[in-house]
């Protein structure tokens, strides 16, 4: 399958793009080289080969889940432009009464 810069002038219309007519070649020959790597890909013959969850044989090194009673308040209040009794204070962004439009 190949794209001809007709094609690629119907895909950039319907995907609302602009591209430059003399940007036009050498996108077709890209979008071709990709189709064409696509489609030897697919000719492989993968019945042999193990499904794989990552490329790399490794798996995830956890550390161990320790509770930790770090109060870190003194700090945050510290940051905080308003900060009350553990709780940051902002300002009102939305209105909840009902305004007639």
Known sequence: MTFSINDLHSIAELAHLDIEDEDMDSLAKEVNSII???ERIQQMNTDEVAPL???MDMHQRFR???VSEDNCLQQLEEIAPLFEEAHYLVPKVIDTEKQDV
């Open 64 to 66: 161990p889940d320790e």
């Open 36 to 38: 064409n790597f696509a």
């Open 53 to 55: 969850f990552h490329p």
